[in-house]
């Protein structure tokens, strides 16, 4: 499985940012697809958002919902996180990967696995 992302980048306090995931060799039934954040070298991944495959439910992280929307173009294979209202505490690197998808992964402080694969990740920062 090959996920690329893309979109990240430098923006203002309330400003907006679209991520996409292109997914390549990804077989449902196994792993789900998610977003996470790792905010500094070394720190644990955050997860964001995620979609269950088995339903395509989505699940997000509480301090995110109504700013951040994950969706799953099937046709394209490619993940989006659409991300608003943005602000400095946002500032990471972004990743797609394959997760596990349920509450936990939004709940949890940090999302220590299982990981399928995942991208190479997308810096975005948030000036104030």
């Known amino acids: 499985v090959q996920l690329v992302e893309s979109g990240g980048g430098l923006v203002q306090s309330g400003g907006s940012l679209r991520l996409s995931c292109e997914v390549s060799g990804f077989t449902p039934g196994g792993y789900d697809i998610g977003w996470f954040r790792r905010q500094a070298p070394g720190k644990d991944r955050v997860g964001v958002s995620?979609?269950?495959?088995?339903?395509?439910?989505?699940y997000s992280r509480n301090s995110m919902k109504g700013r951040f929307t994950m969706s799953y173009d099937n046709a394209k294979k490619t993940t989006y996180l659409q991300m608003n209202s943005l602000e400095p505490e946002d500032t990471a690197v972004y990743y797609c990967?394959?997760?596990?998808?349920?509450?936990?992964?939004?709940?949890?402080?940090?999302?220590?696995?299982?990981?399928?694969?995942w991208g190479q990740g997308t810096q975005v920062t948030v000036s104030s």
């Open positions: 995620c979609i269950r495959t088995s339903d395509g439910r989505t």
């Open positions: 990967g394959e997760i596990h998808c349920d509450r936990s992964y939004v709940s949890d402080p940090y999302y220590l696995g299982p990981f399928g694969s």
